[in-house]
């Protein structure tokens, strides 16, 4: 099998394709498997990943006709003629188009070519890559159901494709991992991510409001910017504090992690709900408001109107506002198991699998 992947920019067009990477090269231990992408995240990433990575020029198409629009398709079509190039130098038997800017100078030059086509569409509202290129595509892949009916005829609801282990946490070894509580309700804050700075603030304003909580346990990743200030926060709380605080720059054992959580605090990115909808934790969502065309509050409304989640936008975030929202879900466990339920009913565990079966499927269909 020859497998071309390509996306990128964000986690949410790129650990998808890297999970299927896996899944693909689990199963089919001769195939081929290489990564086109711009000079952003995914140029880091994939090649820690261990998969072949392959940088192509491409710029996202501003939403208003000028100058820099005019630059970008200029850039793009230049990239459009490098994946030419890619293309029929790695003659993959398929193209799988995560997402992101950078897929749309691929996708152009395998339509030209007649390269077989899968995309991935892992949002609520389907990005404008995927919404250009899906009328030439082979099947559209969407991580909700709801999107499906964007795309009519094409679309298989997959799911999002889960990082590998990220379900075979156990909470007993995440709360030894991580010196926690295990007696405690226990907040798990993902504040470490790209654009999170706001939920890290909210979180150590809301600490004085909780600091009698006894029985609650908040569990911080902070991201390194915010490492000393979280320490300094937990400092001031004191012997006296009800609440227990622990505060990490970076969680690499995530599994566990969710595993310890009775509830979840995070933004609301396609990778993040798919683990905790999976997972069936219930969550306090804040969406990214400067995501492209609001897409992360479509994200979050999608689990929020399931019964998953509360949502605070990011203009009513404040340190009380979170701190009320925190002890509301702490103090009710019957609340907290139907918002687990609710949330289960958009968790797709199994998407890695039925994105490589459809990968399997297009691959084999156009004889590679």
């Known amino acids: ?25 689990a199963a089919h231990p001769d195939a081929a498997v290489i990564w086109v992408g711009g000079d952003r995240l995914e140029a880091r990433v994939v090649p820690l990943a261990g998969v072949q990575f392959i940088a192509v020029l491409s710029r996202g198409l501003p939403r208003r006709i000028g100058v820099r629009a005019v ?7 230049v990239g459009a003629v490098q994946a030419l190039d890619f293309l029929r130098r790695f003659r993959p038997a398929g193209v799988l188009l995560t997402g992101g800017y950078a897929a749309a100078p691929v996708g152009a030059a395998a339509v030209l070519l007649r390269v077989p086509v899968l995309l991935h569409e892992p949002n609520a509202l389907p990005g404008l890559t995927t919404r250009l290129l899906a009328r030439w595509a082979w099947r559209v892949a969407v991580g909700q159901a709801a999107t499906a009916a964007h795309f009519p005829g094409k679309a298989v609801v997959t799911g999002v494709p889960l990082r590998p282990g990220i379900l075979d946490g156990v909470r007993d070894r995440g709360v030894r991992r991580f010196d926690l509580a295990g007696d405690r309700v226990t907040a798990l804050v993902l504040g470490g991510s790209q654009g999170a700075h706001a939920i890290n603030q909210a979180v150590l304003d809301a600490l004085p ?157 156009h004889g590679g």
């Open 1 to 25: 099998m020859r497998l071309m992947i390509a996306g990128g920019g964000t986690g949410g067009h790129i650990y998808p394709g890297l999970a299927v990477a896996e899944a693909v090269r």
């Open 209 to 365: 409001a909780l600091r009698h909580a006894a029985g609650l346990q908040i569990f911080h990743q902070t991201g390194e910017e915010h490492a000393a200030v979280a320490g300094e926060a937990a400092a001031r709380l004191g012997e006296g504090a009800g609440l227990r605080y622990v505060a990490r720059p970076y969680i690499e054992e995530m599994a566990d992690a969710y595993a310890a959580a009775d509830l979840v605090v995070c933004r609301a990115g396609a990778v993040t709900l798919a683990e905790v909808t999976a997972l069936g934790r219930p969550a306090i969502l804040v969406p990214y408001p400067h995501a492209a065309e609001a897409h992360q509050e479509r994200n979050a409304r999608a689990v929020a109107d399931a019964g998953g989640a509360v949502m605070i936008l990011n203009r009513d975030l404040t340190g009380d506002r979170l701190a009320q929202a925190i002890l509301d879900l702490a103090r009710d466990p019957a609340r907290r198991a139907v918002m687990a339920a609710g949330s289960r009913t958009l968790g797709r565990p199994r998407a890695t699998a039925v994105m490589l079966a459809l990968v399997e499927e297009m691959v084999g269909a």
């Open 71 to 77: 630059e970008a398709l200029l850039v793009n079509a």
